[in-house]
């Protein structure tokens, strides 16, 4: 049977997050993961996902100064001191929850520079987390939703975590911003499993419930099924109405695949 991920950033918004942990376990999600958790206390996280038994899959590093459009701040020459800070806040929240993964946001940036900084933070993350046990995560965002972001493709993302080259790295496979980039995620699927450290869904284009759109995301899990990738799947979209009334696929899609 399939697996799923409730992605707290956009489902259940309205709650409190450890309220909104409780509210996946409700639904039926085998796990969770969220964006920015930081001004919950870790306690009040920490003992929700040990009531329901749910793992927090993935936390962000923060984006910066969102107010000025900023979305990450890996990617940008010259503030390294701010990129390390929101690594460290980051890895050492992920630890106290027991998180499995940290995304690190490369933010709005381009070219040599650009690049070289990601990868030596990077670097410095991958140090940092190693020892908790921590896999770093990058992941292309598409560029109509984030103009400007410096990771826009998986083979981008692919050169860079091979040129970070350490082990506790990999990418986020996220099928709407891949299929609005590139397309082609069966291929990409089972190219890249390998590296891939976690994988999303959502419609494309609307970035609604699963269920619907240019994916066909029946297809997709039961290529993973046969991929033999058995990880939860992170549901990450915004409900086209509530979180609870729109769930219908979550029955469906388990129904139908094994994975
Ligand atoms: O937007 C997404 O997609 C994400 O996964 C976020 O974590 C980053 O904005
Ligand atoms: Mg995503």
């Known amino acids: 049977m399939a697996r799923f991920s409730a992605n707290l950033g956009f489902l259940w918004q309205e709650l409190p997050l450890p309220d909104a942990i409780r509210a996946a376990k409700a639904a039926g999600f085998d796990a969770v993961e969220c964006h920015w958790p930081y001004e919950v206390p870790v306690e009040a996280v920490r003992s929700a996902l040990r009531e329901t038994g749910l793992k927090m899959l993935g936390i962000n590093t923060i984006r910066g100064d969102v107010a000025a459009g900023e979305n990450g701040l890996a990617a940008l020459p010259g503030r390294e001191n701010q990129a390390r800070d929101a690594i460290q806040q980051a890895v050492a929240y992920a630890t106290e929850i027991g998180a499995v993964n940290v995304h690190v946001m490369a933010g709005r940036a381009s070219g040599e520079a650009a690049r070289e900084t990601f ?119 915004r409900p086209a109405t509530s979180t609870d009334a729109g769930l219908g696929w979550l029955k469906t899609f388990r129904e139908k695949t094994s994975l």
């Open 119 to 237: 990868i030596a933070n990077l670097q410095f993350a991958c140090e940092l987390a190693a020892e908790p046990g921590i896999m770093i995560l990058i992941e292309p965002l598409n560029h109509r939703d984030v103009p400007g972001y410096f990771l826009q493709t998986c083979e981008q993302a692919l050169e860079v975590i091979e040129a970070v080259g350490r082990p506790n790295i990999k990418l986020m496979f996220d099928c709407y911003h891949l299929q609005i980039m590139q397309g082609d995620l069966t291929f990409r699927l089972q190219t890249y499993l390998n590296s891939i450290g976690h994988i999303q869904i959502a419609s494309v284009p609307d970035r609604r419930e699963p269920d619907h759109g240019e994916i066909n995301y029946h297809h997709i899990l039961a290529q993973l099924n046969e991929l033999g990738y058995r990880q939860p799947i992170g549901a990450e979209y």
